[in-house]
């Protein structure tokens, strides 16, 4: 039996590297060379800093990692699509694969005992192997690199569910509160799908700075005291058809909302703390559909790594930091600090 190095989480803002075994895929499972495994905010969140989750983001000690991508080494028995040599990208929670949500395909909203999310409780991305579920693994296209490909499992899914969830069309214009990788994410994705223009905010001037120069959005503008009327007056007042929060911020989420044109929409992304605000001023008079969007289905994903193929986008884009996995440690200092574009850890 061979061993591969891996990353933990032991919760106290330290990564603990550890030597595992190599799995071998049973039936069903491939085993996976890993090539990228990206880091989220909910990594930051919920188990880095601190062990904070619940249920499906409670962190059971596994190898870290739920953003993976990588090249199949080994292809267990009853294996139906993948063989030796293909490149996926990993949608990153396994499911009962019999439930309601399973069977439409969200395999986040799958609430069976058997469901397990990559790196929180089963192993995830930060070893030099995954064992994966075949169903959960996506052949990507050429066109696509494995950096593209960890972003698309988790960031990009997520951010692509939101925008299908208002309806972007080329008829909108788009606010994006909060311009981490998710918010990016929304912006490219948001142009792609012919929104404009495309407007973005935070709190970080090196974020604002970020998303200018990737000409993601139209214009950037600080989430300060000033925003409100920023906002306002690159509307005329009458706001922005569709919205999107990415921040989680109690304050972002609020600028969304009441910077969301009458009759718009608007989608919670960010996770994470409470918001409150005037429900008859900001939401039933303006006629506003205000949606809740978790990841993405696995079939949405699938739609996704064809449309990037098609549209020549390159997720890849918004990285700004590559380490290797020994450096784990530096990776998620950097992206602790909130102020960078997407942080990843990549194999040779
Ligand atoms: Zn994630
Ligand atoms: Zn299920």
Redesign the pocket.
Known sequence: MSTMAAVVLPGDSTVRPVVKDVPEPGPGQVLLAMKASSICGSDIRAIYREHLGHGPEAYQGVVAGHEPCGQVVAVGPDCRRLSEGDRVVVYHIS?????????SGY?I????P??AAYGWQRDGGHADYLLAEEVTCLPMPDSMSYVDGALVSCGFGTAYEALLRLQVSGLDSLLVTGLGPVGLAAAMLGRAMGAGPIVGTDVSAERLALATTLGLVDVAVAGDEESAERLAELTGGRGFSTSVDCSGSSAARRSALANTATWGRCAFVGEGGTVDFDVSQMMIHKQIALHGSWVTSVGHMEDLIRHLDRWQLHPSDIVTDTFGLEEADRAYELADRGNSGKVVITFP
């Open positions: 499911g009962c694969g019999v439930c309601e949500q399973c069977r395999l909203g799958c609430t069976d058997f469901r």
